[in-house]
């Protein structure tokens, strides 16, 4: 069982930058991929990022390649994701999650096995 505790959001301006983290308890695998999601208010939770926890493999949507980089600790069990020149359509709740047996693409929501709690990132225009 894996528990996913995200931290790090918060309000920031138009152009600014957050660096959200998320800690995990007990065992991540080598096979695991671990990524971020995001859910605006009224929308679909959608895809941001991911990592692979065997090869460093990253992953990005669109919207946020260029802006976002996402990176892990395998020594602390951590997955952060760092968020530059942040826009007001990034605003939404931010979620971790972890996939415990990849065999689907790093963005299908439903391929994920456990998820955080979310946290709050809001960008003011």
């Known amino acids: 069982q894996v528990q996913l505790v995200e931290s790090g959001g918060g309000l920031v301006q138009s152009g600014g930058s957050l660096r959200l983290s998320c800690a995990a308890s007990g065992t991540i695998y080598s096979s695991y991929v671990m990524a971020w999601f995001r859910q605006a208010p009224g929308k679909e939770r959608e895809f941001v990022a991911s990592?692979?926890?065997?090869?460093?493999?990253?992953s990005y949507a669109e919207s946020v390649k260029g802006r976002f980089t996402i990176s892990r600790d395998a020594a602390e069990n951590t997955v952060a994701l760092q968020m530059n020149a942040l826009k007001p359509e990034d605003t939404a709740v931010y979620y971790c999650a972890a996939d415990d047996s990849p065999d689907s693409p790093p963005s299908a929501i439903s391929a994920y096995d456990y998820w955080g709690q979310g946290t709050q990132v809001t960008v003011s225009s």
């Open positions: 990592v692979s926890w065997r090869n460093n493999k990253k």
